[in-house]
Antibody, heavy 119, light 107 residues
Framework: EVQLVESGGGLVQPGGSLRLSCAAS????????MTWVRQAPGKGLEWVSS????????YYADSVKGRFTISRDNSKNTLYLQVNSLRAEDTAVYYC????????????WGQGTLVTVSS | EIVLTQSPATLSLSPGERATLSCRAS??????LAWYQQKPGQAPRLLIY???NRATGIPPRFSGSGSGTDFTLAISSLEPDDFAVYYC?????????FGGGTKVEIK
């Protein structure tokens, strides 16, 4: 059974940093691209960042470019999102999601981790 | 950036009725469009990928059609479990983008 479990969210002040993690199981993690998608309270879905299966290729939304860094450790079956210089508008539930066979739609999602940016 | 516009924003229907949801792209995305269902407090669930392919475990009352810039998600006969928000998403170009969503509510 595919499982994706996010962690690392919390309350942080503007300008602060967090590292989000997504622990994967039930599939060959190193064979699949992975993605972070976020959802602000009461709003729609927003793609944040994606990484290829081996980690060589990364992609970012303009809204987070230069502040967020996606990475993965295939030996630990874990996806990461380093989020720096946080702003109030980054407040959201952050989901990790698996992309099948390098095609960037998302067949499995985690339950999400909430990041709240507030003073 | 490819903008996806979903309509209507809200669809009020009764169980057993047919639902037709639209997603229009600002430029061609070929057939690289997916549909998701999201219920309150839950993660999205993939329904349709590449415009017309049902994901694993999705019942046949859900169908997708379209190509280029105009796409449709149809639910042939609404069941109580289908009242939710539906999003489209394109994977044709970076950045990946989602539509704003259509809420299907009970009339």
């Amino acid at each position: 059974e595919v499982q994706l479990v996010e962690s690392g969210g919390g309350l942080v002040q503007p300008g602060g940093s967090l590292r989000l993690s997504c622990a994967a199981s039930g599939f060959t993690f190193s064979s699949y691209a992975m993605t972070w998608v976020r959802q602000a309270p009461g709003k729609g879905l927003e793609w944040v960042s994606s990484i290829s299966s081996g980690g060589a290729n990364t992609y970012y939304a303009d809204s987070v470019k230069g502040r967020f860094t996606i990475s993965r450790d295939n030996s630990k079956n874990t996806l990461y999102l380093q989020v720096n210089s946080l702003r109030a508008e980054d407040t959201a539930v952050y989901y990790c999601a698996k992309a099948p066979a390098g095609r960037y739609y998302f067949d499995y999602w985690g339950q999400g981790t909430l990041v709240t940016v507030s003073s | 950036e490819i903008v996806l516009t979903q309509s209507p924003a809200t669809l009020s229907l009764s169980p057993g009725e047919r639902a037709t949801l639209s997603c229009r792209a600002s430029q061609s995305v070929s057939s690289y469009l997916a549909w998701y269902q999201q219920k309150p407090g839950q993660a999205p669930r993939l329904l349709i990928y590449d415009a017309s392919n049902r994901a694993t475990g999705i019942p046949p009352r859900f169908s997708g059609s379209g190509s280029g810039t105009d796409f449709t998600l149809a639910i042939s006969s609404l069941e109580p479990d289908d009242f939710a928000v539906y999003y489209c998403q394109q994977r044709s170009n970076w950045p990946l983008t989602f539509g704003g969503g259509t809420k299907v509510e009970i009339k």
